[in-house]
């Protein structure tokens, strides 16, 4: 049993360190449960399997997730409650906070936004459309970033609206592709954000705060603080709207109802953090009790984060800032500093104390970053150390450590310093600007200076060219006299090319032409007969190249000592002639006699060869396929 408590808590830890989700706080027989669904699932047995699992399949953190971050909600869920809130707690919350004031609204655990969209219905039904826009602020938050954007598309189903009053959905949703949406000008009261009850800072002054069902799912420690958080979070008059399974009976002294079986509470008392006094009754002996009284709550309501240690290195005071930065709690004070997180992040304070210790003289640390677990933005700090005495040029009482947080000031200054630098380029962009808006100005007094003499040359060259119309009138008619010339040369080329066909075909069976280089010029029909190859395929080609039953490396030297002039062009009157064995088209032998002619140009240079390549009688007839 010991070996899965173990695994259990591998897998939590697992679950903060790498999806900055911690778990730590929820009840504990509630998350076995769940996850123990999902290992039935999948057919696992133990915790450290499924934690092998989520490493080799990351799509299974969204599985559990939905498991373990129930987002059960809807619009005015359990009616006869927020029917209570609308009749008891919003007029009597207006009428504290007189006429044009803000009010300021906390959904602590919204899930997918139907909570936060009916507080923004009876806000606006008891103020009216303006009022709202004017006075009211919602702040969601929730755990689950994939519920919180359901909740900023701010669109639902038919079916999602059915407890929304018949009379008031046409006046705040307004019919979209899929379904329903939130009246834009009045979403824009509503800001959606991620926040851990457990860790982070709760909104501060909030009038009301609907956590509905989020307490029950931690254990009593984490309630206690989250408690503590609200109590802190809500001004005074301030009310607190609970579920049905959720009740305050241990905190009578920060919360008192209004309205118990509906759940409602109102913040009474001050908060136990500014109460709770920094000092020991020997640390400051001029002070009345009262003054220390209001010296703590000073200090721990501060809007600096402040922590304070004894000179034995332990925890005197934490404020209420400071708590919420880093997630510290009452039972804090009293433990050792260095064992504490905060000694070492956001920045090493132990050595920094140590030297504070040693030379009495304070330290500062300047922009400090800090990337806190679950957020995608860093906070920048500077933090003092400042050493502590008793009385003025006394002894060590301690050491203050203080944490300012500069992160809005460093963003203005990085925007500063990013815009005195596009300033300067603007800057040089408009003197260059400016000189080329002179030199532009030098260039059309010179181009008008230009155009004038261009103009004068245009009438110039107006009369050159009825002059050279006139010319190329007279071209034109030679030109006609030309083209009747080339269309008779035509036809006597095309007389030519009927005579060189004919004679092509009466010089043998089958014809071939090449150039000097051996590419053929010239395919003739009987050519395409014997070898199956078309004058397309074949023109243009080496002949050596060409896929025929033609022997043509048999004869190849022959062939170019004739074409070079090597060999005589007739043997008895007759152009040299060579015997080959063939295949033809068919694939069946045939004997063949090839006749070469060197084809000469006017200056007698050869110019290639002709190829006349004739059947032996005896191959010519051949048996029908």
């Not at 005074?236 to 305050?248: N, R, S, V």
């Not at 920048?380 to 809005?408: C, K, M, Q, Y």
């Not at 006749?595 to 051949?622: F, K």
Request: charged residues 30%; negative net charge; hydrophobic residues 40%.
């Amino acid at each position: 049993m010991a070996g899965e408590d173990r695994e259990f808590e591998d897998l939590l830890l697992m679950l903060k360190e790498t999806r900055g989700f911690d778990f730590s706080g929820y009840k504990r027989t509630t998350l076995m449960r769940r996850i123990g669904r999902r290992l039935e699932a999948l057919k696992l047995h133990h915790y450290g399997e499924y934690r092998d699992y989520l490493e080799l399949e990351p799509e299974e953190f969204n599985r559990l997730f939905d498991s373990l971050l129930i987002n059960v909600t809807g619009f005015f869920r359990d009616p006869v409650a927020w029917h209570t809130l609308r009749s008891t707690v919003i007029p009597s919350l207006l009428d504290s906070k007189g006429a044009g004031a803000a009010i300021r609204v906390w959904s602590a655990g919204c899930a997918t936004g139907e909570e936060a969209y009916s507080l923004a219905i009876a806000l606006a039904e008891e103020l009216g459309m303006d009022g709202f826009r004017e006075r009211v602020k919602i702040y969601a938050t929730d755990l689950d970033e994939k519920a919180l954007q359901v909740a900023r598309s701010a669109v639902y189903s038919e079916r999602d609206l059915e407890e929304v009053p018949s009379e008031l959905r046409p006046v705040y949703f307004e019919p979209v592709e899929h379904g329903f949406a939130f009246r834009r000008d009045l979403r824009r009261q509503l800001i959606f954000g991620r926040n851990d009850l457990t860790r982070d800072a709760p909104i501060s002054r909030v009038d009301l705060l609907l956590a509905r069902n989020t307490l029950m799912y931690f254990n009593s420690g984490t309630q206690r603080s989250i408690v503590r958080r609200f109590h802190f979070a809500l001004s005074d008059p301030g009310y607190l709207f609970l579920g049905k399974a959720e009740m305050l009976l241990n905190h009578s002294d920060k919360f008192e109802p209004v309205d118990l079986r509906m759940r409602i509470f109102r913040r009474v008392g001050t908060s136990p953090i500014g109460a709770r006094a920094p000092w020991g009754s020997g640390t400051m002996p001029h002070r009345q009790p009262r003054d220390l009284a209001l010296h703590a709550a000073a200090l721990a309501s501060g809007p600096v984060a402040q922590i304070v240690v004894d000179r034995a290195g332990k925890v005197a005071l934490v404020n209420s800032r400071a708590e919420m930065l880093f997630n510290l709690n009452p039972r804090d004070v009293g433990k050792p500093f260095h064992d504490l997180e905060v000694s070492y992040r956001p920045a090493e304070l132990r050595s920094v104390i140590e030297q504070v210790r040693t030379e009495l003289r304070a330290a500062d640390l300047q922009d400090v970053t800090w990337h806190r677990a679950g957020t995608q933005e860093a906070s920048v700090f500077d933090i003092s150390v400042v050493p502590l005495l008793d009385r003025p040029g006394g002894e060590l009482a301690g050491i203050g450590i203080n944490f300012h947080d500069v992160t809005r000031y460093r963003r203005l200054r990085d925007e500063l310093q990013q815009a005195n630098k596009e300033l300067g380029h603007a800057y040089e962009e408009l003197q260059s600007l400016n000189e080329e808006l002179e030199t532009t100005n030098e260039e059309l007094q010179s181009t008008n200076e230009e155009l004038e003499t261009t103009n004068e040359e245009l009438q110039s060259t107006n009369e050159e060219l009825e002059t050279i119309n006139e010319e190329l009138q007279s071209t034109n008619d030679e030109l006609q006299q030309i083209n009747d010339t080339l269309n008779a040369r035509s036809e006597q080329l095309d007389q030519a090319n009927t005579f060189v066909s004919s004679v092509v075909r009466s010089l043998g069976d089958a014809v071939a032409v090449v150039d000097a280089d051996l590419r053929v010029l010239v395919w003739s029909a009987g050519a395409e007969e014997l070898w199956g190859l078309r004058p397309d395929e074949a023109i243009g080609r080496d002949l050596t190249d060409l896929d025929i039953g033609l022997p043509i490396a048999d004869f190849l030297p022959q062939l170019r000592r004739t074409l070079s002039g090597d060999a005589p062009e007739y043997v008895k009157g007759r152009p040299t002639g060579i015997m080959v064995n063939a295949v033809n088209r068919r694939g069946r032998p045939a004997r063949l006699k090839v006749e070469l002619s060197r084809l000469h140009a006017e200056d007698a240079s050869p110019r290639g060869m002709i190829l006349v390549m004739n059947l032996l009688p005896e191959d010519r007839a051949e048996p029908p396929v």
